[in-house]
Nanobody, 123 residues
Framework: QVQLVESGGGLVQAGGSLRLSCAAS????????MGWFRQAPGKEREFVAA????????YYADSVKGRFTISRANARNTVYLQMNSLKPEDTAVYYC????????????????WGQGTQVTVSS
């Protein structure tokens, strides 16, 4: 069993930055790719970013490319999402999740999810 816990969300002004963390317990994450998703009010959950088990490969949704950076510290069993130049449209609940297959953007490919952390960007 794996437990994922996100933290680091909050209220920030447009143009500001936040760093989200996703800490895992119960099993090491180093063998698994990880992803971040988000869900805005009234919208479906969408893919944000993913990183391979070693951290050597990453990819992003077009909407966050160049502003967000996904990283991981396997020794700490933690994955991060650094969010810069935040926009009001980035407001959402952000979730981290685990997958056995790097390169997947579909939620159905992710088997464990955290409870989410709220990010609110004011204009």
């Amino acid at each position: 069993q794996v437990q994922l816990v996100e933290s680091g969300g909050g209220l920030v002004q447009a143009g500001g930055s936040l760093r989200l963390s996703c800490a895992a317990s119960g099993r090491t994450l180093s063998s698994y790719a990880m992803g971040w998703f988000r869900q805005a009010p009234g919208k479906e959950r969408e893919f944000v970013a993913a990183i391979s088990g070693t951290g050597g490969a990453r990819y992003y949704a077009d909407s966050v490319k160049g502003r967000f950076t996904i990283s991981r510290a396997n020794a700490r069993n933690t994955v991060y999402l650094q969010m810069n130049s935040l926009k009001p449209e980035d407001t959402a609940v952000y979730y981290c999740a685990r997958t056995l297959r790097f390169g997947e953007r579909s939620q159905s490919s992710y088997d464990y999810w955290g409870q989410g952390t709220q990010v609110t960007v004011s204009s």
